[in-house]
């Protein structure tokens, strides 16, 4: 693992002996970090049609910068987790924010669609090379007993960002334009990098470790089991999300009501992930997942049957907002559960593979919402809540692959 030390002068460290100073400033700094990128994943969803517009495509179409970004990530996170292995983690990180700063620099100064689209694999890449990472050097900076809390503030930037930084970036492409709101995020990734330079500690990097030494845990039955749930789990939660702009048009939202009803799906995102990460160790991952997935499902047939007969009940939206982020986002502490105990010897690449899935699945929603954008809001909404019908029938056929904890 790491060694660490201050500077070139001083003793090596063992884990947990970082001097408190620096730890102290570091973990925040790193979860600040995760809010960039969380925020820069999805706030294209806040500004779609405006987007559109002003790049000469249709709406659909402009939804697709999310797959992009979701299917680089997705794709390039094992490999760069390879290629980057050996650097030390505080050029690393450094580096990977500024190349985020740099890509939505980028996007926001570009002069058509295909130059966005190039940008947005930028961005994936960095945000794919930092956020591994950064988990990791967290859990190191700080003694074993408080790892887990450490874990927890910087995965907690990724949520906060689900539910603050995207209503927020909408509500900023609103007022000020959708360029200058990625050009925020840019800046938040600079400053972001700057604090990571000053306040973290040296750490050399790890022994490279070639791809397929890493890919090989999906030869076990229970992983390669377990990981296409995500893949659908996900895409069902997001088959709408892009697209929410029109799709809470579809149901009596106005553009600027659609930031507080993003709000609400956030903090629904947040009470889910909590509450999956209590009830997974006290009643297992396959019955926390059958009520995400019936929630879930609940949760956008309802907003369906709202915009098929044209309801306008503001309240009643809130509330399926609330159950539609709950049962996306507490798939996550259940399905990382499970695969650690498929392959205990194996807990850092599977949930690295997970993640990869993760994103495999944002994609493939936002593929499919684009294909669904078309017919209407109803549409997309009924598809989104069969896709996550499908995950409960596959999970309930796949339960089987015995673990431990499932």
Known sequence: MFNVSLSGSKKAKTPGEVPGRDVLGAVPALALGTFAVGTDAFVVAGFLPELAADLGVPTATAGQAVTVFAASYALLSPVLATLAARLPRRRLLVGALVGLALANLASALAPDFAVLLASRVAAAAAAAAFTPNAGAVAAFLVRPQRRARALAVVVGGLTVATALGVPLGGLAGQWTGWRWALGAVA???????????????????????????????????????????????????????AYSVPALAAVGLTARDTAWALGLYGVGAILGNLAAGLATDRLGGVRVLTAGYVVMAAGLAGLGALAATGTHAPALVGLLMVAWGAGSWCQTPPQQHRLIAAAPGEAPLVVALNSSAIYIGIGTGTLIGGLTAGPGATTMYVVAAGLALLALAYLSLTAGERTTTS
């Open 187 to 241: 800046g938040l990734a600079l400053l972001v990098a700057g604090a990571v330079a000053v306040l973290l500690p040296y750490l050399p990097g790890d022994p490279r470790v070639p791809l397929r030494e890493r890919l090989a845990v999906l030869r076990r039955p229970a992983v390669r089991a377990i990981l296409p749930l995500t893949v659908l789990g996900m895409a069902a939660a997001y088959t709408v999300y």
